[in-house]
């Protein structure tokens, strides 16, 4: 059974950072590019940040570009979301998909989520 | 940057009626690479359908997609009470990829 976990998430100040993880199971992980997808409550979803299987390529949306930073460890099938400078205006639950394309691609397995709050 | 506008933003239905949601690109994003997806309350959202109009696994055939260029539909075909959810279509044609605003099928 495909497996994706997200964990790290929880209420923090303005300008602090936060390390979101996402554990996988179930599949081959290096056959997959990676991605950080974001919900704020009761709002729609957002792409925010991607992967490539070897991390060979990576995307930002413009909103977290400069702030935040995606990276993989193949050897643990983990994927990991470093953010700094938090706003509240990243106060959502953040997802971890995969996808077999990196760039254009859609999202078949998600995680369950993970919710950070940021608030002074 | 291409936005997607979904409509209507909410669908009042019965159990067994059709369903017809609305997805428009703000740029012609071709013919293959669109996707929807159904989110139910807490839950995190599944896909689908993808490459327009490809069920993906397990999805029933009441679901079916369609369209190219800017506008793009998914049909329920006679709903059940499991359909009620809301649904995100997304364009991956054309980076950054982009997710609609969102449509609520709640039951009449």
């Known amino acids: 059974e495909v497996q994706l976990v997200e964990s790290g998430g929880d209420l923090v100040q303005p300008g602090r950072s936060l390390r979101l993880s996402c554990r996988t199971s179930?599949?081959?992980?290096?056959?997959?590019?990676m991605h950080w997808v974001r919900q704020a409550p009761r709002k729609g979803l957002e792409w925010i940040s991607s992967?490539?299987?070897?991390?060979?390529?990576?995307a930002y949306a413009d909103s977290v570009r400069g702030r935040f930073h995606i990276s993989r460890d193949n050897a643990r099938n983990s994927l990991y979301l470093q953010m700094r400078d938090l706003r509240p205006e990243d106060t959502a639950f953040y997802y971890c998909?995969?996808?077999?394309?990196?760039?254009?691609?859609?999202?078949?397995?998600w995680g369950q989520g993970t919710l950070v709050t940021v608030s002074s | 940057e291409i936005v997607l506008t979904q409509s209507p933003d909410t669908l009042s239905l019965s159990p067994g009626d059709r369903a017809t949601l609305s997805c428009k690109a703000s740029q012609n994003v071709g013919s293959t690479y669109f996707a929807w997806y159904q989110q139910k309350p807490g839950q995190a959202p599944r896909l689908l359908i993808y490459g327009v109009s490809t069920r993906a696994s397990g999805v029933p055939d009441r679901f079916s997609g369609s369209g190219s260029g800017t506008d793009f539909t998914l049909t329920i075909s006679r709903l059940e009470r499991e359909d009620f959810a809301v649904y995100y279509c997304q364009q991956y044609a054309v980076s950054p990829l982009a997710f609609g605003g969102g449509s609520k099928v709640e039951i009449k």
């Open positions: 998909t995969r996808s077999i394309w990196f760039g254009t691609s859609f999202f078949d397995a």
């Open positions: 179930g599949f081959t992980f290096d056959d997959y590019a």
């Open positions: 992967v490539s299987w070897n991390t060979g390529s990576i």
